[in-house]
């Protein structure tokens, strides 16, 4: 069952996002295509961080977030935040960290940042829900960037369906 919940998944495209935070051991991140928009008033997010994630803990302690949203021109930070047994923070990514504390990454769609509110335990997984009070619109880096089937994709205007 596990692995056709698998396959039926990997055809479904999902926007990409990089989730960043810092529980006070130093800063972690994450590629995630599991963020979406839950409420807008109050503004709410949520994503899911896999247990087998070597983020998994700083990103379920921390009491706070930032969700970058990509475009196509974010390829780089989608790939390196995905890699595993590297430091993902070192150069050339480049970053700063809020005055709340939290690591901001530069290049970006826009970025969301927020308390947790809420955290769920789900499977082999925990869900994160956020309440937004920062956002921050960067410039657009191209076209959106879409996860599907193990491939990055962009998305170009001319496929859009009316």
Do not use: K
């Amino acid at each position: 069952m596990a692995e056709r919940f698998r396959a039926a998944f990997r055809n479904h495209p999902a926007g990409v996002a990089v989730v960043t935070a810092d529980d006070g051991t130093g800063p972690a991140g994450l590629t995630a295509t599991s963020v979406v928009s839950v409420s807008a008033e109050p503004a709410l997010l949520a994503f899911s961080v896999s247990a087998r994630s070597s983020a998994a803990p700083c990103l379920t302690r921390a009491g706070s977030v930032v969700v970058h949203l990509l475009g196509a021109g974010g390829l780089d930070l989608a790939r390196r935040f995905a890699t595993g047994g590297i430091d993902r923070f070192a150069a050339p990514v480049r970053w700063t960290r809020l005055p709340t504390g939290e690591p901001l990454l530069f290049g970006v769609d826009s970025w969301l940042r927020g308390p947790v509110a809420d955290r769920v335990a789900a499977g082999d997984a925990t869900v994160v829900i956020v309440r937004v009070e920062q956002v921050g619109l960067g410039v657009r880096t191209g076209p959106p960037l879409v996860y599907r089937d193990r491939s990055w994709y962009a998305l170009g205007d001319a496929a859009a369906l009316t």
